[in-house]
């Protein structure tokens, strides 16, 4: 059998093009109405997608007025669509820095039962420097504590998990038996950052734990994302960047004594597709038209912890001088590392760079045919760049109208995608082993 696609919808703003809100094919519908949602699950489910992503932020941001930043809290947007979808997963962020574990393992086991083990929770330590000031944890910690408190919450809500055993329901309404003598045990967590006896209220979800999903892509996000995740996404610019994540992540995950398909790694892709290459990059010109270069800078200057670009002139071919050393900041690292790299290889004026940023934030973007678009995604998955892809298209609905219509059909024609849903849960969309519990 030819190796599989997997793919995800990433839903964001109306489409990942930073200007894609204002498009004249865009939603017509706010971004607090469930109707969209709805709209965009149901149709990524009839096209036999694992799964939707939902992403959070726990800070506005400075650039509300020239951008859309109306994001519903995920936990109950996952609920209502739990309910309007049978087969889909449906993956949502929640943060380790500014959660308690104890909250984190109950609404997400409670997720898993409601939607009949279709759900994932997208791991982040949170590096928004802003979000810090609305949690009370100011200064901000680095990203060391981050991630190393991160660690310790996986401990904290796995154990939770696990606290129930599968069986530990007898619901024996005959003898007065709700549940069985000794399965249900606390966890008595005693950490660096955590006290947490357990057992969780919750019993023991259909998929045992929410799938662990995971994006950060620093040093410390690598060595987290090969102990935890069952998911990767990532943001590359190109397919040897792509083909690099690869290797090292199913490298560093064997290191981990997991098996290397246990973790299955999705970049970005935000594809333009017209019915020829042409037609597809004057859609490219008409949304970058429609881009507001002081969001674009706003933006830049925030990922790179706030500083001035007031002195750097439009057309002025950028240096990886102009910014700071990306190892040196504590908020996110991958990111800003990949804009210096770019401006290493690529020497872009800095409108150059701020056109090629507004596409999809850093993802890898692409304008051509539906055909083209097939033979990318065979293409990477062949050279083992992916194991799949988090589609983020330009412009939402109608971009992905488009792919799926036209390449939805060329990658099951080539027998690379589903035709149907074999399994039931988000594990069995992804090839994922069902955790033992302790009890076990
Ligand atoms: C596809 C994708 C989606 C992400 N979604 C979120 C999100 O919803 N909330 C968030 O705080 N960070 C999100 N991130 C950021 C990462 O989780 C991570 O915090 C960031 O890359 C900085 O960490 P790093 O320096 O280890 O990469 C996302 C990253 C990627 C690639």
């Not at 004249?24 to 607090?32: D, E, G, H, I, K």
């Not at 400075?62 to 994001?71: G, K, L, M, W, Y």
């Not at 045919?369 to 065979?378: I, P, R």
């Not at 589609?391 to 149907?420: N, S």
Request: charged share 20%.
């Amino acid at each position: 059998m030819k190796r599989q696609v997997h793919l995800n919808l990433f839903i964001h703003s109306r489409g990942h093009h930073e200007a894609a809100w204002r498009h004249p094919s865009a939603s017509p519908f706010l971004l607090t109405d469930f109707r969209y949602y709805k709209d965009l699950a149901l149709k990524a489910e009839n096209a036999f997608f694992d799964s939707i992503f939902l992403s959070d932020i726990l800070a506005l941001g400075s650039d509300i007025e020239h951008t859309p930043r109306a994001v519903l809290d995920p936990i109950p947007l996952m609920g209502s669509l739990a309910a309007i979808t049978s087969k889909i997963g449906i993956i949502g962020t929640a943060s380790t820095t500014y959660v308690e574990p104890y909250n984190l393992a109950r609404q997400f086991a409670s997720l898993d039962h409601l939607s009949n083990g279709r759900v994932a929770w997208n791991i982040v330590t949170t590096s928004s420097a802003e979000a810090a000031t609305n949690y009370s944890d100011n200064p901000q910690a680095g990203i060391e504590e981050r991630y190393g408190r991160a660690d310790e919450f996986m401990t904290v809500v796995n154990s939770l998990w696990d606290s129930w055993a599968e069986d530990a329901v007898l619901d024996d309404r005959l003898n007065g038996q709700y549940t069985l003598p000794g399965r249900i045990q606390p966890i008595n967590h005693h950490g660096n950052f955590y006290d947490v006896n357990g057992p969780l209220t919750v019993p023991r979800g259909p998929q045992g734990r929410p799938v662990h999903v995971q994006a950060g892509s620093s040093e410390p996000g690598r060595a987290f994302a090969a102990k935890h995740g069952e998911a990767i996404f990532t943001a590359v610019l190109e397919k040897s960047a792509a083909q690099d994540f690869y290797r090292d992540i199913k490298s560093r995950v064997i290191s981990q004594g997991r098996s290397p398909d246990q973790c299955v790694i999705m970049p970005g892709l935000s594809p333009v597709i017209a019915s020829t290459e042409a037609q597809a990059h004057q859609y490219v010109r008409e949304l970058d038209e429609l881009g507001n270069i002081d969001t674009g800078l706003k933006r830049l200057s925030v990922a790179f912890g706030g500083i001035d670009l007031s002195h750097i002139d439009l057309d002025r071919i950028l240096v990886p001088d102009d910014f700071p050393d990306p190892e040196t900041l504590q908020g996110g690292v991958s990111r800003p590392k990949l804009i210096v790299d770019l401006i290493r290889n690529e020497q872009p004026t800095l409108r150059q760079l701020l056109s090629k940023l507004s596409g999809a934030r850093g993802h890898y973007t692409f304008a051509g045919t539906a055909e083209q678009v097939a033979d990318l995604m065979e293409d990477w998955i062949n050279d083992k760049a992916a194991d799949g892809f988090n589609l983020m298209p330009p412009v939402l609905p109608e971009m992905f109208d488009i792919f799926i219509a036209e390449v939805i059909p060329l990658l099951q024609q080539r027998g690379i995608f589903r035709t149907h849903y074999e399994g039931v849960t988000l594990r069995d969309h992804y090839g994922l082993m069902y955790p033992d519990s302790q009890f076990k």
